[in-house]
């Protein structure tokens, strides 16, 4: 069924969801890419128009990629919950926005309700909803998951800590882990992404991680980011593994590139769940997405990149990961070409996530080809902490030696956690003070002593 | 009443920890900020990097050079990128020549194999190419005659993704094509020249069938260190009549697992 809208004597036409959605869509690289674009401003708007008037249960009823080849589309379905879907009280796309912004709905009730939003629905109604909107409505909504932190109660920053080394040198990446818990860092996690996928290596580094965390018995969890399948055969081999993690995408095909299935995940999943290593929660999963992906890997199905980017988060819930971090200026601009687009990216993502019941985190970051730079950087940091975004990256000086990116720092997070009177996760504040690093009030400790008991770290 | 940097600053008590690595640790701070020099340092970094992606490259400079240098017949190329902006949005145009430049590559094919095309493109970083190319050519092309390998002519390619050198590859019927590029750049590393070189070459083959060496640059990998290894791909890659996957390098971490450091 085609979609029309005529503005004065032009009709424009959308001959499907998926155009009618990706037309909609707020201008990026990627979709131009693609050609899935809107063609005009106009257009973009009449789709809009369209799509606000669309009823969200013809959205449910649609499959963007056929349930025949793609297990995303049948996981989606086969998890929608109709009874929390009928609970909200609208009928189309533009009555949906307008309910989320309502002061009676709640962060509760959203929560409540989450399990009734499919990834379509939630990706429909962030293109009529500007950057304002995203923002409120993620900002009632708090995802709370728990390992050896709790991350995502209200008026909490978490924040990876990310010692990133180009050849997994050992002094080098506990120099990074010292200089960022001193600042505050690591209680989302102490992640690597290892120079090499080698299993050997990934052991050592996840044996080093966990040595440091033992030697100060520090509330956090560790993390290689390595391929899922390697981390199940250091699970097998008794390698002391916190969390799993994997890039994952929203389509089967893409999901294809990254080699994992559903099943692939399940078996991590559950490897990781059983080693029982959390001591205030069970959340074992830390999954990373970001816009562009399935095009890169031509597995998007003529979707717009956001759309698909959704999706990944309808796959994400269903192992109630502990962390879901959109990596979202890394890929370049072919996908988001500038800070406008990477800050609007970064703020769907957020959102999107988070609606559909997730611990969202935003790698808030660019490369040196993209038209964008620290200022880019701090507007969406202060825009996400303002959002209630669960946790950030923290990343020495802000420049990660290892993947030739520019990150948040770890002075980016004390000032985001100072002006916007944010705290750390409750386990890593008591350790943080407890330590001798932080204060009371949550200021750094001064003078030449603070850091000695860090100096003494094994690993250095 | 004017004060030093020294009261101003709040020096992180751990700076002798910057000799193990390269990451901007112990930077001190200013309320929760990074101090002003560090603050200016890393903007340096950034604008060379930028530079090196957005500044022209003088390429009949280039050309005159290469020629000079290689005695090598150098053609000239462009993708079918127009400019930079076009050539950062759409990554399929700077993968494939022009019209002109294609209907130059036709004019250049002989009828016999050659062994080997060298295709230098600028990629994401002009200054990789200026800097790097010259003295990276005076090593490796005395290797090349000395290994008796038969070279197509020097392509130069302005606006160029790696995978153009499929095409010259296909038109100039080469065994083995090998794409020199500036890489994109890094906040200190601006200038990094990477190797991709492939076996029988053609439009539409996989980036697993490429070999790649990276960040060849007076500070990383020396002129040198990659020329040999290029010479060793070559090598092997001829000797196997495969590239990419096919011919990885083989483990660097021994098998106690102990980490390189």
């Known amino acids: 069924m085609a979609y029309k809208r005529s503005i004065g004597v032009h009709t424009y036409i959308f001959d499907t969801l998926a155009d009618l959605l990706a037309r909609a869509t707020p201008l990026r690289s990627g979709d131009v890419l693609a050609g899935v674009a809107a063609r005009s401003e106009l257009e973009r708007v009449a789709a809009q128009m369209v799509l606000a008037d669309l009823p969200l249960r013809e959205i449910i009823a649609t499959d963007l990629i056929p349930a025949e080849i793609d297990e995303v589309t049948r996981l989606i379905g086969e998890t929608h919950d109709a009874a929390a879907f009928r609970r909200i009280p609208a009928t189309t796309v533009g009555d949906f926005r307008n309910w989320l912004l309502l002061d009676t709905t709640t962060g509760a009730i959203l929560r409540d309700i989450a399990r009734g939003i499919t990834p379509e629905m939630a990706a429909a109604v962030s293109k009529i909803m500007r950057n304002q909107d995203l923002i409120a409505v993620a900002a009632k909504i708090r995802n709370v998951t728990a390992f050896r932190t709790t991350i995502g109660q209200a008026g909490r920053l978490a924040v990876r800590l990310q010692p990133n080394d180009p050849v ?10 010292v200089d960022g818990l001193c600042y505050g860092c690591g209680d989302a996690v102490i992640g690597i992404n290892p120079a090499g996928d080698n299993p050997a290596q990934v052991a050592a580094l996840l044996h080093m991680l966990d040595e440091i965390r033992r030697q100060y018995d520090i509330p956090t969890q560790s993390c290689v980011l390595t391929h899922v399948t390697t981390t199940i055969e250091a699970i097998e081999r008794g390698v002391p593994v916190d969390l799993v993690f994997q890039s994952i995408g929203g389509s089967q095909a893409v999901n294809d590139s990254f080699g994992v299935n559903i099943s692939l995940l399940r078996e991590a999943h559950d490897a990781a769940g059983q080693l029982r290593r959390g001591t205030v929660g069970d959340n074992c999963m830390y999954f990373e997405t970001g816009q562009g992906s399935a095009l890169s890997a031509d597995a998007h199905h003529g979707l717009d990149q956001q759309t698909i980017e959704v999706r990944a988060y309808g796959l994400a819930r269903a192992f109630s990961p502990l962390l879901v971090n959109t990596v979202v200026g890394f890929i370049g601009p072919e996908y988001l070409y500038d800070g406008k687009q990477i800050t609007r990216a970064g703020l769907e993502d957020h959102f ?88 009371g009030d949550l200021r750094p400790m001064d003078g030449p002593r603070r850091a000695e008991k860090l100096l003494g770290m094994k690993s250095l | 009443m004017s004060v030093s940097d020294d009261e101003l600053v709040q020096q992180d008590a751990w700076s002798q920890l910057r000799r193990h690595t390269a990451a901007r640790i112990a930077l001190g701070r200013c309320g929760n900020a990074a101090p002003t020099a560090a603050l200016l340092d890393f903007r340096l970094g950034h604008a060379a990097a930028r530079d090196a992606v957005h500044v022209p490259l003088d390429f009949e400079e280039l050309q005159r050079a290469v020629q000079k240098l290689t005695a090598l017949s150098v053609l000239q190329l462009h993708s079918d990128a127009r400019d930079r902006a076009e050539y950062l949005r759409r990554p399929d145009l700077g993968a ?32 990789a190419l200026t800097q790097n190319l010259l003295p990276l050519l005076q090593i490796l092309l005395p290797k090349i005659r000395r290994a008796g390998l038969r070279l197509a002519p020097f392509c130069l390619v302005a606006q160029g993704r790696v995978a153009i050198g499929d095409h010259v590859g296909a038109a100039l019927n080469t065994r083995l094509t090998a794409v020199l590029i500036g890489e994109r750049p890094g906040l200190s590393s601006h200038n990094s020249l990477g190797v991709y ?15 790649c060496i990276s960040n060849i640059r007076p500070e990383g990998l020396s002129h040198e260190a990659a020329a040999e290894k290029l010479m060793y791909l070559i090598g092997e890659s001829l000797r196997r009549g495969v590239s990419g996957v096919a011919l990885k390098d083989t483990q660097s971490v021994d098998a106690g697992g102990r980490l390189r450091d």
């Open chain 1, 168 to 177: 997994d040198s050992p002094r080098g990446i506990a120099a990074q882990i």
């Open chain 1, 352 to 439: 999107c996530g988070k609606l559909l019941g997730l611990p969202m985190g935003v790698d808030v970051c660019y490369t040196n080809h993209a038209e964008a730079d620290q200022d880019d950087m701090d507007n969406l940091l202060t825009l996400l902490g303002v959002a209630g975004c669960n946790f950030v990256m923290g990343v020495a000086g802000a420049d990660d030696v290892m993947l030739n990116y520019q990150s948040t720092s770890f002075h980016d997070a004390m000032y985001l956690r100072s002006v916007l009177g944010l705290r750390p996760a409750p386990e890593f504040e008591r350790w943080l003070i407890d330590m001798g690093l932080f204060n």
């Open chain 2, 96 to 127: 494939k020549p022009d019209q002109a430049s294609a209907a130059l590559l036709r004019r250049a094919a002989t009828a016999d194999a050659c062994d080997l095309a060298l295709v230098a493109a600028d990629g994401l970083s002009a200054a």
């Open chain 2, 197 to 211: 070189l492939t076996h029988n070459a053609r439009p539409g083959v996989g980036n697993d069938k490429r070999n």
